[in-house]
């Protein structure tokens, strides 16, 4: 149990270009999803943390307009990132938890995000 | 945020042999976890460890919560050449789903 499905798995595209990352909860709800980054060689730094209806909460130095989170439902949140960049190429790694008592969070396979 | 270090850095042994690594911090943490990630994946939670002085295992995998709770460590037993990948810590500052740091993590190379 607990998988957490991310499409697509990696995604190469123009300077300027808009890329949406899905992550879904494939056997249970998850009230909060959360998105991560990570660098070649680095760990993971949390992005922001999705909430089922209502707006994302992002980490210091996360711009919100640029990472657009969307979680429409119990078992989806998206990840837009808007006009990327070089610098936005990363890997990126959406997480989620069961709604009720304190579970680890399961994470996806993650996106290999390339601007060129 | 939340600094957790973990040492060593990258570790390389011969299979077979046992792995001990460790993670630390200044900071308290609830909850404790252990993860493993394979290139170009997600990372698979291991062990999770909910409570100060926790020992707990997974197969050949050993995790404990450190009593002050600012530290635990992970052993493997007779590594095996799958073990490879690079594993992380991770703590929760509080009991829940949010709030979760990561470690700097440790490189695990097996060699036949």
């Known amino acids: 149990g607990a998988v957490v499905s991310q499409h697509p798995s990696r995604v190469i595209c123009k300077s300027g270009t808009s890329v949406k990352i899905e992550c879904r909860s494939l056997d249970f709800q998850a009230t909060t999803m959360f998105w991560y980054r990570q660098f070649p060689k680095q760990s993971l730094m949390l992005m922001a943390t999705s909430n089922e209806g209502s707006k994302a909460t992002y980490e210091q130095g996360v711009e919100k307009d640029k990472f657009l989170i969307n979680h429409a439902s119990l078992t989806l949140s998206t990840l837009t990132v808007t006009s990327a960049h070089p610098e936005d190429s990363s890997f990126y790694i959406c997480?989620?938890?069961?709604?009720?008592?304190?579970?680890?969070?399961?994470f996806g396979d993650g996106t290999r995000l390339s601007i060129l | 945020g939340q600094q957790l270090n973990q040492s060593p850095q990258s570790m390389f042994i011969q299979e077979g042999e046992d792995v001990s690594m460790n993670c630390t911090s200044s900071s308290i943490f609830n909850t404790w976890l252990w993860y493993k990630q394979d290139p170009g994946e997600g990372p698979v939670l291991l062990i999770a460890l909910y409570k100060a002085g926790e020992l707990t295992s997974n197969g050949r995998l050993t995790a404990q919560f450190g009593i002050t709770r600012k530290d635990s460590f992970l052993n493997i037993s007779a590594s095996i050449p799958s073990d490879v990948g690079i594993y992380f810590c991770?703590?929760?500052?509080?009991?829940?789903?949010?709030?979760?740091?990561f470690g700097t993590g440790t490189r695990l190379t097996v060699i036949p």
């Open positions: 997480s989620a938890s069961r709604v009720g008592e304190s579970q680890p969070q399961h």
């Open positions: 991770a703590g929760l500052t509080q009991t829940g789903a949010n709030n979760l740091f």
